[in-house]
T-cell receptor, first 112, second 116 residues
Framework: GDSVTQMEGPVTLSEEAFLTINCTYT??????LFWYVQYPGEGLQLLLK?????DKGSNKGFEATYRKETTSFHLEKGSVQVSDSAVYFCALSGAAGNKLTFGGGTRVLVKP | GAVVSQHPSWVICKSGTSVKIECRSL??????MFWYRQFPKKSLMLMATSNEGSKATYEQGVEKDKFLINHASLTLSTLTVTSAHPEDSSFYICSAVDYLSTDTQYFGPGTRLTVL
């Protein structure tokens, strides 16, 4: 079945540092790929998505490129802020409607 | 933006009792809602897909008689954990799909269930 693997956290960074969270997936067909973010005490929010190979999703300074050849969708941000501290989830949506398969989540802590 | 609420945000109950969790889409109509379960430091696991006006579709390994799902309106889905036991203690999260924008799920803040 479908699966998503992302790096375990926590990831601790200083403000303005570069952030990368690796995400790889296994799926049949051509899934859509997502990054969700969960801020403390809040629900999951869609951060960005990509629906086909080589698409780049971007939002709030975050970027991720759908790499079919490496089955990856790594999340990057060039300069993080304290407000980026959250848990980040990589997910895919396969052929079965809108069902999402999530990775384990990566906690990111940005220190001033 | 689209907001999904859950009630209660946390609940503690005795073993053998039933607990109902509500999931509401506040400013949009949702023909489809999903229920997830999240164990500590683990991923979200899809439990079931709830479609308005029809029976829920459960994922493999999820007991439908234990986790009763009702989606009686376009803005409300409920999950009832029947005869709860300590192993049912978990974080339950719902999401809703705006019927006007079917590729995005909006998530609720989750409900922490503790069964004593």
């Amino acid at each position: 079945g479908d699966s998503v693997t992302q790096m375990e956290g926590p990831v601790t960074l200083s403000e303005e540092a570069f952030l990368t969270i690796n995400c790889t997936y296994t799926a049949t067909g051509y899934p859509s790929l997502f990054w969700y973010v969960q801020y403390p005490g809040e629900g999951l929010q869609l951060l960005l998505k990509a629906t086909k190979a080589d698409d780049k999703g971007s939002n709030k300074g975050f970027e991720a490129t759908y790499r079919k050849e490496t089955t990856s969708f790594h999340l990057e941000k060039g300069s993080v802020q304290v407000s980026d501290s959250a848990v980040y989830f990589c997910a895919l949506s396969g052929a079965a409607g809108n069902k999402l398969t999530f990775g384990g989540g990566t906690r990111v802590l940005v220190k001033p | 933006g689209a907001v999904v609420s859950q009630h209660p945000s946390w609940v503690i109950c005795k073993s053998g009792t039933s607990v109902k969790i509500e999931c509401r889409s506040l400013d949009f109509q949702a023909t489809t809602m999903f229920w997830y379960r999240q164990f500590p430091k683990k991923s979200l696991m899809l439990m079931a897909t709830s479609n308005e006006g029809s029976k829920a579709t459960y994922e493999q390994g999820v007991e439908k008689d234990k986790f009763l799902i009702n989606h009686a309106s376009l803005t409300l889905s409920t999950l009832t954990v029947t005869s709860a036991h300590p192993e049912d203690s978990s974080f339950y999260i719902c999401s809703a799909v705006d019927y006007l924008s079917t590729d995005t799920q909006y998530f609720g803040p989750g409900t922490r269930l503790t069964v004593l």
